[in-house]
C-alpha cells in the first residue's frame, strides 16, 4: 500500500505541469449543472483507481469478486 501511495504521488507530481489551471480555471464547467474540470479530473483519477486494482487482483490471481461499480452512486 505504501508503494502505491508513493506512485500515485510521482503521477500526479509528473502530470499537474500539463494541467497548469489556476483554482478558478479547475472550477469552470460549459453548462449550467455540468461537471467542473476538477471533478472530471477526479472522475478519470477514481476510475484508474479501481481499474488499476481490479488488474492487481486478476495478476495475483486473487480469489475475491471483483463486483463492478456505478459511476452514479
Given at each position: 500500500m505504501q508503494q502505491l501511495l508513493k506512485d500515485?504521488?510521482?503521477?500526479?507530481q509528473s502530470l499537474l505541469?500539463?494541467?497548469d489551471l489556476s483554482e478558478t480555471d479547475l472550477n469552470k464547467t460549459y453548462a449550467l449543472g455540468k461537471w467542473t474540470i476538477k471533478?472530471?479530473?477526479n472522475h478519470i483519477v477514481d476510475a484508474e483507481?479501481?481499474?488499476y486494482d481490479r488488474v492487481r487482483r486478476?495478476?495475483?490471481t486473487d480469489?475475491?469478486?471483483?463486483?463492478?461499480f456505478n459511476q452514479d452512486a
Open positions: 500515485l504521488e510521482k503521477t500526479q505541469p500539463y494541467f471533478e472530471l479530473l483507481t479501481v481499474l486478476v495478476i495475483a480469489k475475491l469478486v471483483i463486483w463492478g
